[in-house]
Nanobody, 130 residues
Framework: QVQLVESGGGLVQAGGSLRLSCAASGRTFIYYPMGWFRQAPGKEREFVASMNGGGDVTQYADFVKGRFTASRDEAKNLAFLYMGNLKPEDTAVYYC???????????????????????WGPGTQVTVSS
């Protein structure tokens, strides 16, 4: 069983930055496709970013392009989401997710769908003040 845990969330002023981390217990997850999603109060969970199993292809939602960067540290089995130039509308709970049993969905182009990912962390709160 794979367990994911996010960290690095917090309160930041608009224009500031944060780096979220995603760690996993169990088997190595870093070589599977993984995604970052967020959910604001009263809204559906939405896609933020993803990375393929090779770590050389990333996808981003339009509203974070140029501001957020997904990366990973293979040696430490960690994934990261750097968030820069944060805006109040970025306030949400952020989740990392791994696509292992469902990885074919990722490679078929469904990297932005929640059902593409079969393991999820509990989320970390990011609050951006104006």
């Amino acid at each position: 069983q794979v367990q994911l845990v996010e960290s690095g969330g917090g309160l930041v002023q608009a224009g500031g930055s944060l780096r979220l981390s995603c760690a996993a217990s169990g088997r190595t997850f870093i070589y599977y496709p993984m995604g970052w999603f967020r959910q604001a109060p009263g809204k559906e969970r939405e896609f933020v970013a993803s990375m393929n199993g090779g770590g050389d292809v990333t996808q981003y939602a339009d509203f974070v392009k140029g501001r957020f960067t997904a990366s990973r540290d293979e040696a430490k089995n960690l994934a990261f989401l750097y968030m820069g130039n944060l805006k109040p509308e970025d306030t949400a709970v952020y989740y990392c997710a791994s696509s292992q049993g469902t990885f074919r969905k990722y490679y078929s182009g469904d990297y932005y769908r929640t059902e593409t990912y079969d393991y999820w962390g509990p989320g970390t709160q990011v609050t951006v003040s104006s």
